[in-house]
């Protein structure tokens, strides 16, 4: 065992993003999102603060603390579905679990940053922060090996036209308008590129033709013909059983998976 390797957080992240799923591959920088660095209380690290207000952006030094296991191999939720040696992606699965995000510093306050976007999932302990500096942080002519090959893909026109039937869509409506749940933009952007199952990406071959995408606690139900996917309806993701359980008290969108389950008995196991 090595001395002298150990570390303990100076903070954590209140990013109101209790699931992983919940939080970004990156921050989407699209967003106005505000989110919070408490700091861990005490003068030194008030102190350490000091000079850090004049930075558009700082460097967050942060632990998946959610993984306990790590693959030499990954599959990106991005792209083809090939496996990409760990050291060659940002996947949180590595065998020291640190991540770096480059976020937007908004203002420093007495023991807390508020800070912009951020793909950390509330509670995350943070290590380190460092200001990010454009001169020695920033090389954006880089070659970006195969992320640059699924980007050019990418930039392609889709493969797939995404239809919706009414059931489904009165599902979105009904997820959007009483609880608040969007998937149509994730279901777009995954279904229209390639439906094929991906363990990543969540999408699962189910009996008969039938295929389903995981999207938080929730899955979407499809069926693809030539290039053309169909979305037949949405349903819940959990069993009755873990939603009536006690003994798991944080189970994602407990309330309204009961409700779907009421609503549309027929459609749930
Ligand atoms: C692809 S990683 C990239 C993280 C960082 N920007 C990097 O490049 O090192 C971001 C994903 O990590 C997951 N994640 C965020 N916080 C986590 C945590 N504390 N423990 C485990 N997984 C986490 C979320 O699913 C998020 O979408």
Same mark, same amino acid.
């Given at each position: 065992m090595e001395s002298g390797l150990n570390i303990t957080p100076i903070g954590y992240i209140?990013? *109101? =993003? &209790?699931l992983k799923f919940d939080a970004r591959h990156q921050p989407d920088e699209k967003q106005a999102e505000t989110n919070i660095l408490e700091m861990i209380p005490g003068d030194k690290y008030q102190k350490a603060l =000091? +000079?850090? @207000? *004049?930075? +558009?952006r700082i460097w967050l030094i942060w632990w998946f603390h959610r993984n306990t296991d790590w693959r030499p191999e990954v599959l990106p939720p991005r792209g083809p579905s090939k496996r990409r040696g760990v050291f060659a992606t940002r996947s949180?699965?590595?065998?020291?679990?640190i991540g770096i995000t480059p976020v937007q510093l908004i203002e420093v306050k007495k023991g807390k940053l508020i800070l912009g976007p951020c793909d950390l999932v509330d509670g995350t302990p943070v290590f380190d922060i460092k200001p990010y500096i454009p001169a020695y942080d920033s090389f954006p002519d880089s070659k970006a090996g195969w992320i640059d090959e699924v980007d050019a893909a990418l930039s @392609? &026109?889709?493969a797939f036209a995404v239809e919706f039937t009414p059931l489904a869509r009165e599902h979105m409506n009904w997820l959007q308008n009483n609880? *608040?749940? +969007?998937f149509q933009v994730r279901l777009l952007e995954i279904l229209s590129r390639d439906p094929s199952p991906h363990r990543t990406r969540r999408i699962r071959s189910r009996h008969g033709d039938l295929f389903d995408l995981g999207c938080g606690a929730w899955y979407a139900v499809f069926q693809v013909a030539d290039q053309t996917v169909t979305v037949l309806h949405l349903k819940p993701a959990f069993p009755l059983k873990f939603l009536n359980d006690p003994a798991r008290p944080v189970l994602p969108d407990r309330e309204a998976q009961l409700a779907f389950r009421s609503a549309w008995p027929k459609l749930v196991d």
């Amino acid at each position: 065992m090595e001395s002298g390797l150990n570390i303990t957080p100076i903070g954590y992240i209140r990013s *109101g =993003k &209790p699931l992983k799923f919940d939080a970004r591959h990156q921050p989407d920088e699209k967003q106005a999102e505000t989110n919070i660095l408490e700091m861990i209380p005490g003068d030194k690290y008030q102190k350490a603060l =000091k +000079d850090l @207000a *004049g930075f +558009d952006r700082i460097w967050l030094i942060w632990w998946f603390h959610r993984n306990t296991d790590w693959r030499p191999e990954v599959l990106p939720p991005r792209g083809p579905s090939k496996r990409r040696g760990v050291f060659a992606t940002r996947s949180p699965h590595r065998p020291n679990p640190i991540g770096i995000t480059p976020v937007q510093l908004i203002e420093v306050k007495k023991g807390k940053l508020i800070l912009g976007p951020c793909d950390l999932v509330d509670g995350t302990p943070v290590f380190d922060i460092k200001p990010y500096i454009p001169a020695y942080d920033s090389f954006p002519d880089s070659k970006a090996g195969w992320i640059d090959e699924v980007d050019a893909a990418l930039s @392609a &026109p889709p493969a797939f036209a995404v239809e919706f039937t009414p059931l489904a869509r009165e599902h979105m409506n009904w997820l959007q308008n009483n609880w *608040g749940i +969007d998937f149509q933009v994730r279901l777009l952007e995954i279904l229209s590129r390639d439906p094929s199952p991906h363990r990543t990406r969540r999408i699962r071959s189910r009996h008969g033709d039938l295929f389903d995408l995981g999207c938080g606690a929730w899955y979407a139900v499809f069926q693809v013909a030539d290039q053309t996917v169909t979305v037949l309806h949405l349903k819940p993701a959990f069993p009755l059983k873990f939603l009536n359980d006690p003994a798991r008290p944080v189970l994602p969108d407990r309330e309204a998976q009961l409700a779907f389950r009421s609503a549309w008995p027929k459609l749930v196991d």
